[in-house]
């Protein structure tokens, strides 16, 4: 898979990581009771579903009860995200497992990215616990690793024969599109102030990670043979939209714990996630741009058609 001279050590992202990084510095998040001040726990701009006609008619209890279920998903979706995709892909990077041979000090950066990821699903996981204690909405049992189990058969599709390229593109590409989600929260007063903490504790690290992945995508293109380039140029686009998309079998529960019958909850998911408006069209454009921009510099955007590729996938 991989061609090319080992890659000489640079200074990177994580070198100030023992005095910087979450797991090493931070606090636990404790949740107030803030939800008595009128804060949401997510903001309902966020929640496709609760402008749809259906989803109108529900008491505000409803409505509310639904907003907190759709943060538990991204919370525990979260942990699944972190420890199923980035830590398997973290793991084969600081083992010396990813096809590109780097310096030590590179491998061992790669662990850290591997306690900072534990740490994220510990505290998500956490912090749904302490929403449900304070707010007596359970945590709905559900199975919460659907988008990486989408992902991860995406990988399988687009990239037939090589898994652990598929992999590697997977976690470049979710490790890059994170902290632009992440930093959509932190700055909106509406939402509890715990949960905002939380996510720009977060999103601190995730930029971090952010630099790692963006410079191990540049070691990763110039060694892969000139045949794999192609292949995983014309991957990449779905592999981003795979990234962004959103389970929808934890919102048809949700719905359905709300009071919609069966058929009302599946005509609100269609309408809702069927396809992206001119909305949802521009945000996943904006959440992108840093990806796609990390692409263009790697080389990717470079590969024939693969420019056209990107463009039908919305994401130029």
Known sequence: MIEGPSPAGQPGPLDQWYSSAGVRTGIRRVLLAEQEEGKTFFPARLVPYLEHDEVRLLPPGRQRELTVRHLYQFLLTTTHLETR??????????????????????????????????????????????????????????????????????????????????????VVVFETLITAVLNELPGDPSVVSTIREMMRDHARDEGRHHR???????????????????????????????????????????????????????????????GDDGEAADRKKQICQATVRMCESAGVLAVPGAMEEFASHGLL
């Not at 994220?120 to 990486?148: E, K």
């Not at 990234?243 to 019958?261: F, I, M, Q, T, Y």
Request: proline letters at 5%.
């Open 212 to 274: 790692f992945f963006a410079a191990f995508l540049h070691e990763l293109w110039v060694r892969l043979e000139p045949s794999l380039r192609v292949q995983a140029a014309f991957a990449m686009p779905a592999l981003i939209s795979g990234c962004l998309g959103w389970d929808v079998e934890p919102v048809r529960a949700s719905l359905r714990l709300a009071g919609l019958d069966e058929d009302t909850a599946g005509r609100v998911v269609r309408d809702c996630y069927s």
């Open 85 to 170: 995709m980035v830590n398997r892909a973290a793991e084969m990077i600081a083992l010396g497992q990813s096809g590109v041979d780097l310096p030590v000090p590179v491998r061992m950066d790669a662990f850290k990215v591997y306690c900072d990821e534990g740490y994220h699903a510990l505290y998500s996981l956490d912090l749904a616990d302490q929403i449900a204690a304070v707010t007596g909405i359970a945590i709905q049992p559900c199975d919460y690793g659907g988008l990486v189990t989408d992902v991860a058969d995406a990988g399988r599709r687009l990239m037939p024969g090589e898994p652990r390229l598929a992999r590697l593109l997977q």
